[in-house]
């Protein structure tokens, strides 16, 4: 029986073609021992099926698995290591799998139904209170607020148009663009600002920036990539603070059911600022950290896990458990629940936002501490 560092040399040499024959019949034995090998699988089949097995072998942690940074090991490495908290990394990056994994359902039946991912869907709730159902919108003019025109442009994306005509009313026009539980959304406003947000997420903005701030509400989360405006600076305000920003890229998240709102800056700077006279400036690569009466922390921002919401990705480094069945929860529109008081699990890795959810919790099952059961739209949590 090859070790998992005689498999990855044989593996690795087999695929620059530099492997003898006898070589090649000792990996073709190793895998064939899983049991795994079928005709009809694809080789990129077959290779997540092997690395799935693998982890079941990999010595972990009772309480944390704590794996090295990905970017410092050498890429088949990286994958077992990854996998050993039930994840999958490739060539240093992130790939993104097409292909059902079967064989995870068959080593944790007490998973038996699925649940499919998020898709672009949203309401938009006019000045008027009318709602538009906007996955089920035709593309093209849907509205008219004041001057300003509203578009579906294609799939997943909203755009506010200025046009020539004098404004109706010298009152300002609110939208609102509410975001389910199992959607997610872009927007662009009519400043050119571009926002996506996230499942579970509402935005409240003006039709048209008048005065001297562009302001919008937050609920939830959302990427911004703002207009550089440096005589009306934009305005994030979410729940007890605000962000102050002419023109960046930054991500917040204020989920209510969280115990902070994080900002993250990647480009520009901004000004975070609660109700009271507290305030900080981020630089790109800071985290701003809120929390209520105990104020601001500024850290540094671990941009790739922050943006892989977007990205199309689950990433965890060190992340408890309840805290990633919370995301699981609002990508897949499903309640959570605990057959007991949870343990404190840590889990480290990635894996697609795209993937149904039994390949997700799967994944976490296969590290052997957790259990997970689905029926009737709840997830029960299980260890």
Not at 113 to 125: E, F, M, Q, W
Not at 147 to 162: F, P, R
């Amino acid at each position: 029986m090859l070790t998992k560092e005689e498999y990855l040399d044989l593996y690795e040499r087999s695929l620059n073609g530099d492997c003898s024959p006898e070589e090649l019949i000792r990996l073709q034995q190793y895998e064939d021992d899983f049991c795994f090998s079928d005709d009809a699988d694809s080789d990129e089949v077959l290779k997540e099926k092997i690395y799935n097995r693998l982890s079941a072998s990999i010595s972990r942690e009772e309480n944390v698995k704590r794996l090295f940074p990905w970017k410092a090991v050498a890429a088949a490495a990286a994958v077992l290591l990854m996998v050993a908290s039930g994840f999958l990394y490739f060539n240093g990056r992130l790939q993104q799998r097409n292909k059902p994994l079967a064989v995870i359902a068959e080593k944790t039946p007490v998973i038996k139904r699925d649940i499919t991912p998020a898709t672009n869907k949203a309401v938009l709730i006019l000045s008027d209170g009318t709602e538009v159902e906007l996955n089920k919108a035709t593309e093209g003019q849907i509205a008219a607020q004041g001057n300003t025109t509203v578009n579906k442009s294609g799939n997943g994306q909203l755009v506010y148009q200025l046009t020539d005509k004098p404004p109706t009313t010298s009152l300002a026009v609110f939208n609102t663009l509410a975001i389910p539980r199992g959607g997610q959304y872009n927007l662009t406003l009519p400043d050119g600002s571009k926002i996506w947000l996230n499942a579970a997420s509402k935005l409240r903005f003006p039709t048209q920036f008048t005065g001297k701030e562009r302001m919008v509400e937050l609920e939830g989360e959302a990427y911004f990539e703002v207009a550089h405006n440096q005589q009306q600076p934009f305005v994030v305000k979410v729940k007890g603070m605000q962000v102050e920003v002419l023109g960046t890229h930054f991500n917040v998240m204020a989920y209510a059911d969280e115990a902070s709102i994080n900002t993250t800056l990647l480009e520009g700077k901004v000004r975070l600022r609660n109700e009271g006279t507290a305030a900080v400036i981020l630089n790109p690569g800071q985290e701003g950290v809120f929390t209520g009466s105990k104020g601001f922390k500024v850290n540094k921002a671990d941009i790739e896990q922050v943006m892989s919401w977007k990205n199309g990705y689950f990433i965890f480094n060190d992340e408890d458990l309840t805290s990633i069945m919370r995301k699981i929860s609002r990508w897949y529109n499903v309640d959570i629940e605990y057959s007991s008081g949870t343990k404190k699990l840590s889990f480290a890795g990635s894996i697609s936002r795209f993937k149904n959810v039994t390949e997700v919790l799967n994944m976490l099952a296969l590290t052997g501490t957790v259990q997970f059961k689905i029926e009737a739209g709840k997830i029960t949590v299980i260890n």
